[in-house]
């Protein structure tokens, strides 16, 4: 059973560029979350996605934007690459109150 | 508003060794509160997670959490700490029912010497 997988791994912008990630949840959850993750720091809330809407959204500009597909996966688009954009990028699926299970991530650096 | 707050950047312990990791949290409803564990270049693994019902939970690989209320605290815990425990820590909580999202604290370094 797969669990919750992110492409790409690695990715290499240059400011003002755009970028899309990908995730596909775990078998059997509705819901996808995306979270930053700057080095050294905790994992902040972006967005939350459920039956295809935004559930939720955190304190992110509207540079950041994301979308989910009828099978739940889910993308992550950010435009006008700033360098502090670059991020390790989380994506977690669940369902129902369960816990979130998080994908390894999408290493993001911007030159 | 929800926050969590992990007071230790780092925690250091001996092998065979109790080993505990602190976090304290605020919310305006009812917590719900989970322990994920990261290794190098990977994502975050959930430990355990406390909802309702008894103040002790366990969890996976050893590991236990104490939910106290009146301190606001959830710290996790482990009896007897092994070399593979070397990891990052992080708590978190959501904030029910108000918030769909995971509010994560600054995450804790543990080490565990041989």
């Known amino acids: 059973d797969a669990g919750v997988t992110q492409s790409p791994t690695h990715l290499i912008k240059t400011r003002g560029q755009q970028v899309t990630l990908r995730c596909s949840p775990k078998s059997g959850h509705d819901t996808v979350s995306w979270y930053q993750q700057a080095l050294g720091q905790g994992p902040q809330f972006i967005f939350q996605?459920?039956?295809?809407?935004?559930?939720q959204r955190g304190n992110f500009p509207d540079r950041f934007s994301g979308h989910q597909f009828p099978n739940y996966s889910s993308e992550l688009n950010v435009n006008a690459l700033l360098l502090g954009d670059s991020a390790l990028y989380l994506c977690?699926?669940?369902?129902?109150?369960?816990?979130?299970?998080f994908g390894d991530g999408t290493r993001l650096s911007i030159l | 508003a929800q926050s969590v707050a992990q007071p230790e950047d780092q925690v250091n312990v001996a092998e065979g060794n109790p080993l505990t990791v602190k976090c304290t949290y605020s919310v305006s409803g009812n917590p719900y509160l989970f322990w994920y564990v990261q290794y190098p270049n990977r994502g975050l693994q959930f430990l355990l997670k406390?909802?309702?019902?008894?103040?002790l939970v366990k969890g996976s690989y050893g590991f236990e959490a104490e939910f106290n209320k009146s301190q606001t605290s959830f710290h996790l815990k482990k009896p007897s700490a092994l070399v593979s425990d070397s990891a990052l820590y992080f708590c978190?909580?959501?904030?029910?029912?108000?918030?769909?999202?995971?509010?994560f604290g600054a995450g804790t370094t543990v080490t565990v010497r041989a």
């Open positions: 978190a909580v959501r904030d029910i029912p108000n918030d769909y999202k995971l509010s």
């Open positions: 977690a699926s669940q369902t129902g109150n369960q816990p979130q299970h």
């Open positions: 406390y909802i309702t019902g008894d103040n």
């Open positions: 996605y459920y039956e295809e809407e935004e559930r």
